[in-house]
């Protein structure tokens, strides 16, 4: 088990929202990504869906206050999210060209959907935007996954995962879709992956 002091190092950190996605941004907070599971409690899960935007803060606070009064349905649930991103990483490497991991995938977005029960609507933000809102009814935590499940299916329905991409970096296991128009994205980020590789070209021709 981490430490506290690991977790307070990596609290430090903030979430990278860099895959145009909101699926794709989930698959990048596990290990593969960074080499740390950036979701390692059920706090921190929450933290990413308000940082993500899938909720607000008020929101976020019940979930807090609902883990502390059900800690084992807090478990289950964190547990649960990372078994859904194993399947989207999955998704988001193979999924183009592998007919049975996008069966696969449909198999657990439809497993998440199929058991939750609420109420989608769009509401006003206090910044004056709009945003889509799954409430759920009954179990508290059982809408949780339903924005980035919904996410991974609008990908499969509109067949972009054929714009899918990993970064270019080998140390980086990031994903992302590519949205440039001649599909050339090499990068999850230019201020980081980015930036690394060209100050590696730079050496190179330092020392050639």
């Known amino acids: 088990m981490a430490s506290a002091h ?23 907070t596990d290990a593969t990504a960074r080499g740390t599971d950036a979701l390692y409690d059920f706090e921190r899960f929450v933290r990413w869906l308000e940082a993500a935007g899938v909720f607000d803060a008020e929101r976020a606070a019940t979930m807090h ?13 964190l ?19 592998a007919h049975d991991v996008r069966v696969d995938a449909l198999g657990e977005i439809n497993r998440v959907l199929g058991r939750s029960a609420g109420t989608r609507r769009v509401e006003l933000r206090a910044d004056g935007s709009f945003a889509r809102a799954f409430v759920p009814v ?31 970096d080998q140390r980086c296991g990031r994903v992302f879709q590519d949205e440039t128009k001649n599909g050339r994205r090499r990068w999850c ?8 590789a060209k100050a590696a070209r730079h050496r190179m021709k330092l020392h050639s």
């Open 6 to 28: 690991a977790h307070a190092d990596r609290d430090r950190h903030p979430f990278a929202f860099v895959a145009e996605r909101l699926w794709l941004d989930f698959v990048n």
């Open 65 to 77: 206050r609902r883990a502390k009064q059900q800690p084992t349905g807090a478990l289950a649930v």
């Open 79 to 97: 547990v649960d999210a990372q078994r859904v991103r194993a399947v989207l990483r999955t998704l988001a490497e193979r999924g183009e060209h």
């Open 189 to 196: 980020d230019m201020a980081t992956c980015g930036n690394r």
């Open 138 to 168: 009954g179990d508290a935590f059982a809408g949780l996954l339903i924005p980035v499940v919904e996410s991974a299916a609008d990908a499969l329905i509109l067949g972009e995962l054929g714009r899918v991409r990993r970064c270019a």
